[in-house]
Structure formats: C-alpha cells, structure tokens
C-alpha cells in the first residue's frame, strides 16, 4: 500500500490544497471556574431594556427570547423560552455541531481514482476505479480534473478490465416528506447525491474528454478491487461544508452532512437520513442533557416546517459549543458576521462584527424566522441569544432580531465580538 500514499501525496499536493483558515485569537481564553462565577452578576440595565423589548406592542404571531450570560453562567432574560415553534435554519446549528462532535472538525471527505493492473504502452492491463464517500461538494469538474492527473501520471489510453464506480448512494437524494417540492433542486447537490446513473454519466464523459477509451460494458458498480493502487485522491475538509450551511445557510450542505451523520452512525442501514436524525436526538439526550419536552426533529437543514425547538433549546447548543474549544473555533469562524458577511452581511455597519449569528427564514406556509449566536455586552461579558418568531410576517421578525441585537450592544464605543 505504500505506491498509495505516494502517488497520492503528490497528486493532492500537486492540485489541492484546502487549509483551514485561522479562527482568530489562538487560542480560547481559559474557563472561569463555575464557584467563582457564582460572584459575576449579570447587566442589570441591559435586563431592563430586554424587559421592554420583551413585552411592548408588537405585530401579532408567536414570540420567543432567551439571553444567556456565558461570562456569569447565569440567565439574562427569557420570555416565552421554551415555546416550541419551528426553526427554519437554526436547525443547522444542531445538525452542524452534531456533525462535528461525531465527526470531529478535522474530518475529510475523500474522492478517489485507481488503477489495478500494469501498463504497457498505452494499454493498462488491469482495471480502473473511482471512489467516493459522500462528499457534499463533488462537482464534474473536479471529477475532469481526476481523469486528467489519472493521464498524465499514468499514460494510458484503453484498459482492459473493467471500470469499477464504488459509491455509498446509489439513489439519488429524496425530499424530505414536508418539504415542498421546489424545496429539493437537484442541480445544487454533489454529483455523488444525484444516483449511479448521473455519476455514471459524469465519470465517461470527464474520461473520454481526456481520450481514454473504453466500452459501456466495461463499466460495474461494485466494491473497490483491493490490489488496487491510488492514483489520486481529493481531501475536502469538513470546515468547508460547515461554512456553507452556516454562513450562507446551504441546505444542500446541511442535508449532505445528515446523511454523512447517518451513515458514519449506521452504515449497514441505507437510509442514512433517518440514521442521521437518530443521532441528532442521541446528541441532544446524551450530550446536551437536554431537558426540553416537545422537541421534533425530521432534518438537518430546517425546510421542514414540522420541525420544532425552542429559543432555550438553541441556547444549549451554543452553549454547549462554547465549552468545546475546537467546535467553538468553528462556530467562531463560520457563523454569519452582522455587517460583513454571509447572511448578514446588509446589517447596519454600525453593528458590524459586533453579532455572529446563525438566521433561519421560510417564508412558507407563513412566516417562520430564527436568530441565534453570540454577542459581546456592554459590560464584557459573552451572551448567547436565540429569539423566534412563527406566524409572523418574516419582515416584521427581521426588524426584532435587529432590534435585538442592538439592545445587546448598544454602546456606541462598543468593541467587535473577539473570542
């Protein structure tokens, strides 16, 4: 196996390289013990302005607000807490640090060709073979520039053998059952979600566009060929899904990540969707220690509108990312920044990289919107915050998260949210 990691190692040091970006500061400052921050008290006056925040004259729908004081580990204000509505994107918070538990942040989706066989002249005498995990990100051109570097290194033009396709999805992805059927665009998916017959499709057309020839009947679906040898394999980090379903809030990358959830949980059941729910609930019971009644899970990505969590319930899980450094530098760095970028990149300039946040926005059947994140208060101290809003028109929840999120750092010398 040793020809594997060699040719390997080239080729993804000759063509990709993904690095993890830095997250900031270092390293996390260290934790306050929890006797010593019985002693911390909590912004008084910033409790105040939530209160009438909280309770004046407001459109009509479903309200919920919870400010939590990470500095003093005490509650800040909470209104209508632990209301069950459903979340629209703020599920990805969950699915996301979920995944990154189970997974770990340094995590890799692989895709792969191989050649099993020797070569004389421009013959292999042997077989070829693509592999592929479940990378969310897999596109055709990718899968061109394999063939390519397959050419250049090896040589070849025909093979003899056969041309294996080893995939853990054979079918293409399904819609979720409350999702609404414009909910599910197909183009927007990996390659590698899109059923054998569209990777099928995609690997003869980027191989013959590089001038190897081969027969249809060449081609099987079946178990990579153990004497193969690796010709080149693409890495793809798990941060780089992460930033899309939480900066940009990708459903596609947050679906994709479920089903690696479930997979990686119980690869012998096929579905690995529901796999992937089962251990979001597992988390939440087992990590979380989540005591909230009512909680409904059918997704990873929140388009279902049957979905159901509360603005304590967000909380936890922020919470919870905070007291994991390595989860926390991701959230960090990939939650939307107010201001500046992803899906909060048309805040006011004046709150900018003040809020990280995760936003959560259907506008079907009728408004439902969500906002969580972190956000550094007037006195210093880190907050966590989730309000939600549901049957409510979406613009009309949008000024409140604002308003919110003004009240939380209303001083006007107040400093960037830093970790």
Known sequence: ????????????L??????????????????????????????????????????????????GLYVYDITADKVVYANNEHQLQPSASCMKLLSGVAGLHQLGVNYKYHSAVYTNGSV???????????????????????????????KQLKGFKTFTGKFYIDILMPNQIQKEQHWYDYDLTLS????????????????????????????????????????????????????????????????????????????????????YASSGIAYMK????????????????????????????????????LRYGYAHKDI????????????????????PQTMKEKVRAKTGTLSHPYGISSLAGYARGNNGHLLCFAIMDSEMSVLDAHVLQKDLCEILVSDPNHKKLKK
């Open 14 to 63: 000759t063509l990709y390289v993904i690095v993890l970006a830095s997250c900031g500061s270092k390293e996390q400052k260290q934790a306050t013990p929890k006797s010593e921050k019985q002693n911390i008290a909590v912004d008084t006056a910033l409790q105040s302005k939530l209160n009438k925040f909280a309770t004046k004259p407001r459109c009509k729908g479903n309200f």
């Open 328 to 347: 926390y530098n991701m959230l960090y760095q990939f939650l939307a920044v107010s201001g500046q970028d992803g899906t909060l990149r048309r805040w």
């Open 282 to 317: 597992q988390f939440m019971k087992n990590e979380l220690k989540s005591t909230e009644k009512g909680i409904v899970i059918h997704d990873g990505c929140g388009l279902c509108t049957q979905d159901q969590l509360t603005p304590y319930f967000l909380c936890e899980i």
């Open 120 to 150: 004389k002249g421009d013959t292999l005498h042997g077989d070829i073979a693509f592999k592929g995990d479940l990378d969310p990100q897999l596109t055709p051109a990718e899968v061109k520039d394999m063939a390519h570097i397959m």
């Open 188 to 271: 927007k998916f990996s390659i590698l979600f899109r059923g054998k017959d569209f990777v099928e499709r995609t690997l003869k057309t980027a191989f013959r566009q590089e001038g190897f020839k081969f027969k249809d009947d060449q081609i099987v679906f079946a178990s990579l060929p153990r004497t193969s040898h690796c010709v080149f394999r693409l890495n793809r980090d798990i941060s780089m899904v992460i930033r899309r379903m939480w900066k940009n809030s990708a459903n596609t990358q947050a679906t994709s990540l479920l089903y690696t959830i479930g997979y990686t949980a119980n690869p012998k059941n096929p579905d």
């Open 1 to 12: 196996m040793r020809s594997i990691t060699k040719y390997c190692s080239i080729a993804v």
